[in-house]
């Protein structure tokens, strides 16, 4: 492992649309971390039917929001098992709330390195807003990035997830969440300009993890 005990335990954020995903499949391929969402967590857990597989389930089913404290035994939990211990973790969306920030430094989850994804408003509207759905193959294009072939265009749907009203509420949503977290992992946020193209932003990234 590199420095110290043990494997590096790594958290990426970022607003919706600034292609967060990309690059967690980029820093797995290249560093080997574990990657991990608290999505895949919880669906794991339910599917085995552990323990808190089953206390999570019973506020799944009646339709309501798993507690933070839940999800951060969950998260304890997968971060203690072999895999992560050698390869280290990347973990993808948690926390998204600062109470769940408060809950991981109670549990004594030290992370080396916070990566943030950062893109302006205006940018993350005009890549969503241009997007088109079509509903026959479900292939997703860009009106100015990925533009679709004449011939469909006029069967291509405008989903009300990217019309620009619905885009700026959920980013509202992740600055005013975001900005709670932070202070928790002040000394080890790595801002990343994710403006650019992947590789690119995948450089400033790598620039970050680098020295783990």
């Given at each position: ?68 404290e839940l999800i951060v035994d969950l ?138």
């Open positions: 492992s590199r420095g110290g005990g043990s494997a590096p335990l790594v958290v990426i954020a970022g607003p919706p649309a600034a292609g967060k995903g990309t690059q967690c499949d980029k820093i797995k391929d290249k560093y080997g971390y574990v990657h991990i969402s608290t999505g895949d967590i919880l669906r794991e857990n339910v599917k085995q039917g552990t323990e808190l597989g089953l206390k999570a389930k019973t506020y799944m089913d009646a339709g309501g929001l798993v507690p933070s998260v304890k939990d997968r971060l203690a098992q072999a895999d992560v211990k050698e390869k280290g973790c990347l973990l993808d969306g948690f926390p998204r709330a600062p109470d769940q920030a408060q809950a991981m430094v109670d549990a004594g989850l030290q992370v080396e390195r916070f990566l943030l994804i950062e893109v302006p408003d205006d940018t993350l509207v005009e890549r969503g807003c241009g997007r088109r759905l079509d509903p026959q193959t479900g292939d997703i294009y860009h009106l100015k990035f990925k533009p679709p072939p004449e011939d469909i265009k006029e069967r291509l749907v405008h989903r009300s997830d990217d019309q620009e009203e619905a885009i700026r509420v959920r980013l509202g949503n992740y600055h005013s969440q975001i900005d709670g977290i932070l202070p928790f992992f002040k000394d080890v946020v790595v801002k990343v300009d994710g403006t650019g193209k992947p590789d690119d932003v995948f450089g400033l990234v790598s620039a970050g993890l680098d020295n783990l």
